[in-house]
């Protein structure tokens, strides 16, 4: 499942890493919401490839993101 995140536009609620903390995390530099280093694709922080046993959370954290930044493709 890849996973990407319009880092630039995120409000930096913590919405989704409450949601899914196993792939969402806040960056300590910007404070906006990352892809935890396990699941980024070549270290950019707003690109991630999930294995399908964390869909669940990560489509939970996408629905439930009030700006609607994080977009899921199976």
Same mark, same amino acid.
Not at 27 to 32: A, I, K, L, S, V
């Given at each position: 499942m890849r996973v990407t995140i319009d880092r630039e536009e995120c409000i930096e609620c913590g919405t989704c890493y409450a949601d899914c903390p196993d792939v969402f995390? %806040?960056?300590? %530099?910007? #404070? #906006?919401?990352q892809i935890t280093e396990e699941y980024r694709v070549d270290g950019d922080p707003g690109v991630g490839e999930v294995p399908d046993d964390l869909a669940e959370c990560v489509e939970e954290a996408a629905y439930g993101c009030p700006v609607e930044i994080i977009h899921v493709e199976s």
């Open positions: 995390e %806040e960056n300590p %530099e910007d #404070f #906006f919401t």
